[in-house]
């Protein structure tokens, strides 16, 4: 069984959804529709979702905390579903400290396979747990900013909040 909320980040004014199986965090969708979500976390794990606000307050606080500038790690069991290469990409996401930023290169290189980099920036862009798998963290090796699924201004909001926040 998996169990969602949607979830409100006043510094963004906007809300986002959050689900988390047996196994822990499972899927963030950084948009506001329930609908469009729903078929997300359908198509990715292919289980009921019941949506049940209080099995994720404590997942909740900690994302809440790390918008409010009081967190700089996350402290929550996640569930990732996917190929070897994803799984190897998404752990060195994981790897990147809290205010470093790494080119899709560098990531592919963490990840075992330097010439990658195309593959490892869609790894980025179908990362199931943003936020806490830090794929915001990752700009051209140009020093550009690139996209991000929340959209740019999310992510420079967070790339500003971690090079605040760790120096």
């Not at 006043?10 to 809300?15: A, E, N, P, T």
Request: aromatic content about 12%; glycine content about 8%.
């Amino acid at each position: 069984m998996i169990f969602y909320s949607k979830f409100y980040v006043k510094q963004l004014k906007r809300s986002f959804f959050i689900a988390k199986n047996e196994n822990g965090v499972c899927y963030i969708d950084l948009n506001e529709n329930e609908k469009k979500f729903q078929q997300r976390l359908k198509s990715y794990l292919n289980e009921k979702a019941v949506k049940k606000s209080a099995e994720l307050g404590y997942e909740i606080s900690q994302i809440k905390d790390y918008f409010a500038g009081l967190r700089v790690n996350f402290d929550m069991k996640i569930y990732l579903k996917g190929t070897g290469f994803q799984t190897s990409v998404w752990q060195a996401l994981a790897g990147t400290s809290y205010g470093e930023t790494v080119s899709y290169s560098e990531l592919a290189k963490r990840a075992g396979n330097k010439n990658a980099f195309r593959a490892a920036a869609t790894c980025c862009a179908i990362n199931p747990v943003p936020i806490i798998i830090p794929c915001h963290r990752v700009i051209a090796k140009d020093g550009s900013i690139g996209g991000f699924g929340g959209g740019v201004a999310m992510k420079e909001f967070m790339l500003e909040l971690e090079r605040k926040n760790s120096g």
